[in-house]
Structure formats: C-alpha cells, structure tokens
C-alpha cells in the first residue's frame, strides 16, 4: 500500500529565499504525483501533476520533480514570497485504474517578510 | 483547471441531526468523486470513492450507514452525516476527476463541520 511522507513538517524562512519541499513515497510504481496548496481552512489548490513518464513540472516560480527510482519527489519554490505562506500537501496515484490520491502530512510553509 | 464547487463551506448543526454537504464539478463530467476527511494538522483521509450511478466504495473503518454517499449525477455527489455527533466534526472536502484517470484531481473548498 502506497505511503506518502514529508519532510519538514514545517520550515520557516526569510522572504526572498529558494527554498524545497520533500516527499517520498513507498511504491515506485507510482502513477502520478500531484503537489497541492492548502490555506488555513480552505480546500486544495493543484499546483503541479508529474505523470510516471516525466521527472519534472514548471509552472512560474514552481519547479516539482519527480524520481520514481529513489521513491523521491521534491517541489522547488524560487525566491519566496509571504504570499507562499501555506501548507504544501504531496498525493501519489498508485495504478491507472480509477484509484485515489494517497496525501502526506503536508509541510506548512511560513515565509517571512 | 476545472472547477469543483463544495458547499456549503461551514456548517454548525446539532447532536443527532443529519447534514448534507454538496459537490459539483461545474465544468466537467466527474464520473468519479472521492470523499476526504482531515483532522487538524492531519493529512487527508480517504472516506469513499463514489461512481456515477452506483453505490459508493467505503474505506475500512468508515461507517457506510452514518456517512450516506449519493453521485447520482455526473456532475454531483453530495454526503450526508446522519445522526451526528461530536467526533464527527471535521473538516471535510470532496474531489473529482473526469473520465480520464491520469488527469489531474480537482478539489472542492470543503466543508468544516462542527457538531454541538
């Protein structure tokens, strides 16, 4: 069965700093990988979806990857912004069947200004 | 992306009353939708997985009678709490994904639920 993990639970920055997100998961055989935004109270924003097939999404200042080989996937955030401030949740597709997303813990994110 | 509309986003309701909580994919055919729930400072729990027009798939440990799922449309699924309680209070949120599998999951804001 598919786990996710994240590491730090939560970071603390100064704004302005490049800064990574980690998740690992256990199955290798990972389908798709999906980072999320979650503010305080409200629901998930997709940020970025890395199919098996590909090691790496852009999107703006965003930059997620993904290594099925080590079980690894990271989310890159170039020069952070207080506006970043959130939780980031990383869920894993097992199988290309109609299977749902398997969460980590999420990271909560403070950038200060 | 696609739109997943949850609603309501708050609602506080009384020990042993039931609450329906409503999730729309407002511009794509979901034939899937899944039911989280999340415990504060917790990750998501996967409650269910509804099909379009047959029963709901429940998680161990979820109780199928207390949290009745309905996807009797392609474009709304809604979960009802019956006879809530206390414990019940969560903050739950729906996702939906269109007919292929390896597009991405759109989520609903959720719904925090506090029963008195």
């Known amino acids: 069965k598919q786990e996710v993990t994240q590491i730090p639970a939560a970071l603390s920055v100064p704004e302005g700093e490049n800064l990574v997100l980690n998740c690992s998961f256990t199955d290798s055989a990972i389908y798709n990988l999906q980072w999320f935004r979650q503010d305080p109270g409200k629901g998930l924003t997709s940020l970025l979806l890395i199919q098996s097939s590909q090691r790496e999404q852009t999107s703006g200042r965003l930059n997620a990857s993904l290594d099925k080989s080590s079980g690894r996937s990271t989310l890159y955030i170039a020069a952070s912004q207080p506006g970043d401030s959130a939780t980031y949740l990383c869920a894993g597709k097992a199988s290309s069947g109609n299977t749902p997303l398997v969460f980590g813990k999420g990271t909560r994110l403070s950038v200060i200004a | 992306g696609a739109v997943v509309s949850q609603h309501p986003s708050r609602v506080i309701c009384k020990s042993g009353t039931s609450v329906k909580i409503e999730c729309r994919s407002l511009?794509?055919?979901?034939?899937?939708m899944f039911w989280y729930r999340q415990f504060p400072k917790k990750s998501l729990m996967l409650m269910a997985t509804s099909n379009e027009g047959s029963k709901a798939t429940y998680e161990q440990g979820v109780e199928k009678d207390k949290f009745l799922i309905n996807h009797a449309s392609l474009t709304l699924s809604t979960l009802t709490v019956t006879s809530a309680h206390p414990e019940d209070s969560s903050f739950y949120i729906c996702?939906?994904?269109?007919?292929?599998?390896?597009?991405?999951?759109?989520f609903g804001q959720g719904t925090r639920l506090t029963v008195v």
């Open positions: 511009d794509f055919q979901a034939t899937t």
């Open positions: 996702s939906a994904r269109g007919g292929r599998t390896d597009t991405e999951a759109f």
